[in-house]
């Protein structure tokens, strides 16, 4: 049974209600399963943004390229699971940052 969640894609944090209101959150219906999808999610952009493999090879460009693209394609991955299960005003948001291509 899906359940009322708030996401906040900038902080990485998921709540039951909105819980900061400096921070955006996309409100979602989702099932347990479907939460644990996006927190996954949530860890691996995590993981990427503290790896510290791209400064150790810094000189190395191709592993920064590589850096990027891996955290451009679960920033993609993470708000296309937040439009699919987003509220109306969710994929509005979304279509309006004009980030996945596919929407438009």
Known sequence: MAERYYVSVEVGDIQD?????????????????Q???IESILQEIEMTEYDPKPILTSLNEENGIEAREEQHR????LYEKIYQLGTAETKQDIRSLKILNQLH
Do not use: G
């Not at 909105?18 to 921070?23: C, K, Q």
């Open 74 to 77: 679960l920033l993609t991955k």
């Open 35 to 37: 939460m644990e999808e």
């Open 17 to 33: 209600s909105r819980f900061d209101d400096h921070f955006h959150y996309y409100e979602i219906d989702a099932s347990k399963q």
